[in-house]
Nanobody, 127 residues
Framework: QLQLVESGGGLVQPGGSLRLSCAAS????????IGWFRQAPGKEREGVAC????????RYADSVKGRFTISRDYAKNTVHLQMDSLKPEDTAVYYC????????????????????WGQGTQVTVSS
């Protein structure tokens, strides 16, 4: 059974860092594009950082460019999201998602392109 499990969320002060992890079981992530998405209360889910399969091209939301980094750990079948210089507006539930064979960079951070989702992890940035 295909499963995604996020971890690493929590409470952090503004300017701090967190590293989220998305561990996959039941399938090999190297054949899937992976996206990190977030949803704040009252807002739509949005793509934050995404990576294509086979060539690992990345795409970031403008609001996180230069602060967030997505990466794959092929040995552990895991994708990470390193989040630095966190701001209160980064507060949200963060989800990872996987989609087989999604290669077009302009689609890789589109919510509707993804079939498989994790349960989410809460990130709260507050002093």
């Amino acid at each position: 059974q295909l499963q995604l499990v996020e971890s690493g969320g929590g409470l952090v002060q503004p300017g701090g860092s967190l590293r989220l992890s998305c561990a996959a079981s039941g399938f090999d992530l190297k054949y899937y594009s992976i996206g990190w998405f977030r949803q704040a209360p009252g807002k739509e889910r949005e793509g934050v950082a995404c990576i294509t399969y086979s060539d690992d091209k990345t795409r970031y939301a403008d609001s996180v460019k230069g602060r967030f980094t997505i990466s794959r750990d092929y040995a552990k079948n895991t994708v990470h999201l390193q989040m630095d210089s966190l701001k209160p507006e980064d507060t949200a539930v963060y989800y990872c998602a996987a989609q087989l064979g999604l290669k077009l960079l302009f689609k890789v951070c589109v919510v509707s392109e993804y079939e498989h989702w994790g349960q989410g992890t809460q990130v709260t940035v507050s002093s």
